[in-house]
């Protein structure tokens, strides 16, 4: 037998075969960028891949819609260096990255006034500049000494855990401005306050990403380019490659599984399978009825990392009309509901879109309001930073991660005070014939879609050794 | 010397209700979160006074200076060495109903006032502007 010959089928306990019951090697719960890369690295593989897709479509954490002929990503959108595995899965996949748009002056608006500057430092008074930089020292040097596959281990684990990012800063006397500008940062990047999220995984996540500057800034960092295409694309071209194999409008319901294998049930279809990928956000698991019920540690990581809050939205103009007056599109604001913005115009700067980011309390107040509400509020902070052209614009939309149900949230899982130690270890430890994938499970750059496709492949190489013992697989 | 801030915001509410919330003393404290109470004397016009209790400060008199239908509504605190006024105004814009919430400190001390109360009170006019437009909204 060669390593791309199917894998015979055990027979797996529980139902017999037939009765409807359709027999593959893996079922992949999950189609987005995670549960799309494991199939289609196991469907080279030669396995037998069904992906069950609990929505109307692929993607999960990424998703398109045009505005006004313009294309934008209302989900996960830009790519940075080091983000290697998503970007080889683009170029892979045929599609095209530009540079985010960051010539100019940036602007802030700050305890009330509106001020311009240049590069990555706001002007927030020298006594403000020295805390944050001190703070943004302190968190990359402590976040060196973690380890990040396993945070548990880490040196002062429990003590890091037992701290919020509010409680921290405190900790360190932090000024009140500093605490503004890492709830700005919280509620962009985790989808939460300051107060909500475990220190240790601020510490893990941002060291994963390769520290404050790279996880923030746009040229060298994290924002550094969006796809031609729109980032959505990379789930339809890997689900256009799968075919028939993705299944939407399919949610798995139930598990039930031995160590050889696992039914599972997604509304009147029903799948035998020698392994099955759950790539869906941790809290998300608990929708699935597992039989036998999941060892302890695993149920309490479904209720104690919750999905975090962010939405956004667009505005679309006839120009990028901040271009003319010499700035980037890139703005910090303390008073929200919009706290950062990016320019996200096409490539070639035929029309002029604004994204703005909200976060935390600032969406959970915004998502509650009627769209003309957002629509206006979402506006006028752009024009707080931009000018009053840019409450005319040709098209708006708003994206409301929280209410996307079978995503229940973003950009990520923020797990709470005095989670992680405890939770941690069962993130991606296969449980029997159950993988765990998804941007959370991500040994690099969680959180982030570079983070979703590596766990995707490592879930596929878990799989294909535990099936394919004597094969070659890449580590 | 003078120590001011201001927040605006663009709301789908009506100026009939954003006015109701300033003009009904029960509402002050619904609306801001730093404020414990607030009673008016007498009308809602220029020259009359009430009194409005912070949290950790005792309740102070104050005037209403301004008082413009659906437009305008200013009162000032009188301080030793200074004079606190907050500000509020209303315009229909294209956009939307620009509301708007202001403060200004003035006086010999505006500088001590502004450093003891005024940042504190001009962080808080983004959330002071957020909660009357969204308890205008579902008037």
Avoid at chain 1, 62 to 73: C, I, N, P, Q, Y
Avoid at chain 1, 418 to 423: D, E, F, I, Q
């Amino acid at each position: 037998m060669t390593s791309t010959d199917p894998v015979p089928l055990p027979d797996y306990a529980g139902e017999a075969p037939g009765h409807g019951v359709e027999r593959v090697d893996v079922v992949v719960v999950g189609a987005g960028l995670a549960g799309l890369t494991a199939a289609r690295a196991l469907t080279a593989r030669g396995l037998a891949v069904v992906v069950a897709e609990a929505s109307d479509r692929v993607g999960g954490r990424t998703k398109a819609r045009e505005v006004e002929g313009s294309l934008v990503d209302l989900g996960g959108t830009f790519v940075g260096p080091t983000q290697d595995r998503i970007i080889a899965l683009a170029d892979e996949l045929g599609l095209d990255r530009f540079a985010t748009f960051d010539a100019g002056s940036n602007v802030i608006s700050w305890r009330g006034a509106i001020k311009h500057y240049r590069g990555t430092i706001p002007p927030i008074g020298p006594i403000g500049l020295a805390d944050i930089g001190r703070i943004q020292f302190e968190i990359d040097r402590l976040g060196r000494g973690i380890d990040t596959a396993h945070p548990e281990r880490s040196p002062h684990a429990a003590k890091w855990d037992s701290h919020s990012l509010t409680s921290w800063l405190r900790s360190i006397h932090a000024l009140p401005s500093s605490h503004t500008l890492m709830s700005i940062v919280s509620g962009t990047t985790w989808g939460c306050e300051p107060g909500e999220i475990s220190f240790l995984q601020v510490l893990r996540y941002i060291a994963m990403a390769g520290g404050i500057s790279r996880m923030l800034d746009t040229a060298g960092g994290a924002q550094e380019e969006h796809f031609r295409q729109g980032s959505w694309q990379v789930s339809a071209r890997m689900a256009a490659e799968l075919g028939d194999r993705v299944r939407l409008a399919t949610p798995v319901t139930a598990v039930d599984w031995t160590d050889d294998g696992a039914v599972v049930t997604a509304g009147p279809a029903r799948f035998r399978a020698a392994r099955v990928v759950l790539a869906v956000p941790p809290a998300l698991r608990a929708r699935i009825a597992f039989s036998p019920a999941l060892p302890t540690p695993y149920s309490a990581l479904t209720q104690r990392w919750p999905q975090g809050i962010l939405s956004k939205a667009y505005a679309v103009y006839e120009q990028p009309f901040w271009r003319d007056a010499g700035l980037s599109g890139q703005a910090l604001a303390d008073t929200g509901p919009v706290t950062i913005t990016f320019d996200a115009s096409p490539h070639d700067g035929s029309r002029g879109i604004l994204l703005g980011f909200i976060g935390g309390d600032h969406a959970r107040h915004w998502d509650a309001l009627p769209p003309a509400e957002r629509r206006i509020q979402a506006l006028s902070s752009f024009a707080e930073v931009f000018g009053e052209k840019a409450l005319t614009p040709l098209g708006f939309t708003d994206q409301l991660w929280a209410a996307e149900a079978w995503t229940g949230g973003g950009p990520t899982a923020a797990p709470a005070v005095g989670t992680v130690v405890s939770t941690a270890p069962y993130l991606r430890e296969p449980v029997g014939p159950l993988h765990w994938a998804g941007t959370e499970t991500a040994e690099a750059w969680t959180g982030f879609m570079d983070g979703a496709v590596r766990s995707g492949e490592r879930a596929a190489r878990e799989i294909l050794r535990a099936l394919r013992p004597f094969a070659e697989v890449a580590p | 010397m003078t120590f001011q801030a201001s927040h605006t915001r663009l709301t789908t509410a009506s100026p009939e209700s954003v006015w109701t919330r300033w003009t009904t003393a029960a509402d002050w404290a619904p609306d801001d979160p730093g404020t414990e109470w607030a009673v008016f004397d007498g009308q809602v016009a220029a020259g009359e006074t009430g009194h409005v209790k912070s949290a950790g400060s005792p309740a102070q008199r104050f005037t209403f200076t301004r008082v413009e239908h659906h437009a305008a509504m200013d009162l000032a605190i009188a301080l030793p060495g200074g004079r606190l006024e907050i500000l509020h105004s209303l315009a229909e814009t294209p956009a939307g109903l620009s509301v708007t919430h202001g403060l200004l400190i003035t006086g010999p001390l505006s500088g001590l006032y502004a450093a003891v109360v005024g940042r504190a009170l001009a962080r808080e006019l983004p959330e002071v502007v957020r909660l009357v437009t969204l308890h205008a909204l579902r008037a």
